[in-house]
């Protein structure tokens, strides 16, 4: 279940640091309305590699639609040695 917690809760940051685990993010909000995310940072950092990875296999995905094509094995080796 997510945790919110209200922004001035930072005062003591100890006790929001307690509430966030991996998987768990905490939300904080600012005059009722959520404002800022703490985040374990094994959760960040696998959060960023897959937009990265979901990033490039768009790229490829509009490579392809662009005409781009695919290689044939010969013809990637061929560009590999290149």
Same mark, same amino acid.
């Given at each position: 279940?997510?945790?919110?917690?209200? %922004?001035?809760?930072?005062?003591?940051?100890?006790?929001?640091?307690?509430?966030?685990?991996?998987?768990?993010? %905490?939300?904080?909000?600012?005059?009722?309305?959520?404002?800022?995310? %703490?985040?374990?940072?094994?959760?960040?950092?696998?959060?960023?590699?897959?937009?990265?990875?979901?990033?490039?296999?768009?790229?490829?995905?509009?490579? %392809?639609?662009?005409?781009?094509?695919?290689?044939?094995?010969?013809?990637?080796?061929?560009?590999?040695?290149?």
């Amino acid at each position: 279940m997510s945790k919110i917690l209200p %922004v001035s809760d930072l005062r003591n940051y100890n006790e929001v640091l307690k509430n966030c685990q991996v998987g768990e993010p %905490v939300f904080l909000t600012k005059n009722g309305r959520g404002r800022f995310v %703490v985040l374990d940072i094994e959760d960040y950092e696998k959060d960023r590699a897959e937009k990265k990875l979901l990033a490039k296999l768009q790229e490829a995905e509009e490579a %392809v639609a662009d005409g781009a094509g695919w290689l044939s094995l010969d013809e990637l080796k061929s560009a590999m040695e290149e």
